[in-house]
């Protein structure tokens, strides 16, 4: 069988015919949520960025992933809607098209025991949305095939263009919609893999494997430990740790700005990161 090429379509283009199609599912009464990029980090929260992380850690999304960050870049994914265990989204390009992503919930068994492992570890949900725990608790969260991000076993997709691949440019943009979604609603994550975020708060105290492993100041994460984690360099972990050994010689003052900066959370960002 035959397939055409569709035409190339510029970048202009495409984010006038985002702004159309937005203007068209409004005036239909629908409430839409488009996915919009500030600058050029994808996502910027840990959240946000171990989404991404995770994506990328996986040759089988290799080659499809930098089209799709172009598009979400560009304004492209103009709804994206998370549920329970699904998510639904429009993306602009030659046409609209309809893109849906379901992503299996964790398994029972695999949820107690992430659950039992990180018991106590977590002071509220305050603390767990914001990413602020300990490094042997974000390795847990983000272990490879045994965490709370999905596999690529763990996601099916569909996108209604005529596109062959596996994976085209528009579902990869909804795969990066939803790591730059997760910046605002990190616990969409939890409804996603149809988990209850609560558990991880209700266990508190009951064996407590990961509690207070490392002084209290770990439990804010920086951007070396998720790069040492995914094993992907980020902007500015070299010099950071010089940083910190400067500002180890000088006190800070606790109002000052430069004190507000270091309690802000996390704030690292890759090296020619695609999160970027």
Known sequence: MFYAWRPYVSVAERRMKAARAMNRLRKRGGSISPVTIEGRAIAKTFWGKAWCDNLERYSDYSNRLPRGRTYVRNGSVVDLQVGAGEVIARVAGSSVYRVKVVVSPVPKPGWAAICRDCSGAIDSLVELLQGRFSKAVMERICREKTGLFPSPDEIKFDCSCPDWATMCKHVAAVLYGIGARLDQKPELLFQLRKVD???????????????????????????????????IEMAGAATRGASRRAGAERPVRAGSSSARRRRAGLRGTRSGSSCR
Not at 197 to 206: F, V
């Open 197 to 231: 975020e609560k558990a991880l708060i209700a266990r508190a105290g009951r064996g407590l494997p990961l509690a207070r492993k490392g002084p209290r100041a770990d439990r804010i994460l920086g951007g070396e430990s998720l790069s040492r984690l995914f094993g």
